[in-house]
């Protein structure tokens, strides 16, 4: 009597099944560790500053559409991961008139073929007191479900441009570092946050 043994194939795919669920677990775990590291309030406003500087520095018209704005919700380097199970997260500022007036972080989950890791900043821009005052009021607010966001991608070095975009929460994301190629704020939820000073 012959048996059968399992074909090659199935074994690879076996193998590669298990090195991505053991990575996954190796990678989310440290991950998650590093987005829970407490970051002070002052350390999360010299990280806005910064980042609000790249976007004056890549997008044309930033300065005359931040003195527009209502207000600006600067989330810099915000990670992102991805194998097979993706998560996102990051710490910003809400500064009206320039100044802070709440600090938030941006965690958002997805399920689907992905691979890598990414970097990012992220500015909301608020541009009437409606929908401003909506996402302050909220307990956690979601892109796409309590406010829908225009996304302008700035990438490779280059520029772009404020002229056009006419909608009430606009959303820049530059400086992207990484492989991900997914830019998308879809089920990102912000809440705020009051991290120790």
Do not use: C, H
């Not at 956690?140 to 070095?157: L, P, T, Y």
């Amino acid at each position: 009597m012959k048996t059968r043994t399992p074909k090659k194939s199935s074994q690879i795919s076996y193998v590669f099944l298990m090195t991505a669920v053991v990575a996954a677990t190796f990678f989310f775990a440290s991950f998650s560790q590093n987005a829970s590291a407490a970051a002070t309030a002052k350390e999360i406003d010299a990280s806005a500053d910064a980042a609000l500087d790249r976007f004056y520095k890549q997008v044309k018209g930033a300065d005359e559409l931040s003195r527009n704005a209502k207000g600006l919700l600067i989330m810099p380097n915000v990670k992102k991961a991805g194998l097979i199970i993706g998560g996102e997260y990051g710490k910003g500022a809400l500064r009206i008139n320039g100044n802070t007036v709440g600090y938030y972080r941006v965690v958002s989950g997805s399920i689907g073929f992905q691979l890598g890791v990414e970097a990012k900043d992220m500015i909301l821009v608020f541009m009437t007191d409606e929908v401003l005052n909506k996402f302050r009021a909220s307990k956690g607010w979601e892109a796409g479900i309590d406010g829908n966001v225009a996304i302008i991608v700035v990438g490779g070095g280059g520029s772009a441009t404020t002229r056009n975009v006419n909608e009430p929460i606009q959303g820049y994301v530059f400086d992207v570092k990484g492989l991900m190629g997914d830019i998308s704020l879809k089920g990102a939820k912000f809440s705020k946050i009051d991290p120790a000073q």
